[in-house]
């Protein structure tokens, strides 16, 4: 098989992995999709996408994680989580992964409560932590995406534009 068909594969695998990745919690999405984007540029020699662009998208892959970290943390201190709620948290998020898409929004947001509730917040205390922590979640998610998205375009751009 020709070296640049297996790194177009590659790149492909990565980038799909990479974006999946950015949703699940399980997956470091925003470097595998980084990788992948770098598979890309180097099936091509980096002739059109060269060094600086991979700078750019190596700060957006580190944004990722910043957005990730900060959103739930300031969605849960919005709304009064305690320290344990944010680690019950992310449990909940990990094990929501196995119950679906569902899972994946519920699971933080029991985890939270949960967490609440064994510092001995009272349950209405404990559930807008939960539902603090679940919509800064979210709203990391949302952003992840985006950033992932904007990756991918900046990408695009400068290999066909």
Request: charged fraction near 5%.
């Amino acid at each position: 098989m020709d070296t640049t068909l297996l790194l177009w594969v590659l790149a492909v695998s990565l980038i799909i992995t990479g974006l999946v990745g950015i949703v699940l919690p399980l997956l470091p999405g925003a470097p595998l999709l980084f990788l992948g984007l770098v598979a890309a540029a180097w099936a091509e020699d980096f002739v059109y996408v060269g060094y600086g662009t991979l700078g750019v998208l190596a700060a957006l892959t580190a944004l990722i994680y910043v957005v990730d970290f900060l959103a739930g943390i300031l969605g849960a201190k919005h709304f009064g989580a305690s320290p344990r709620a944010m680690i019950g948290a992310g449990i909940g998020a990990i094990a929501g992964i196995f119950m679906g898409f569902i899972g994946i929004i519920i699971g933080p947001f029991l985890g939270a409560v949960i967490g609440e509730l064994s510092v001995r917040r009272e349950l209405t205390a404990a559930g807008m932590a939960g539902l603090g922590t679940t919509i800064g979640l979210l709203l990391g998610v949302a952003a992840k995406i985006a950033l992932g998205l904007t990756m991918v375009g900046i990408f695009v751009l400068v290999r066909f534009f």
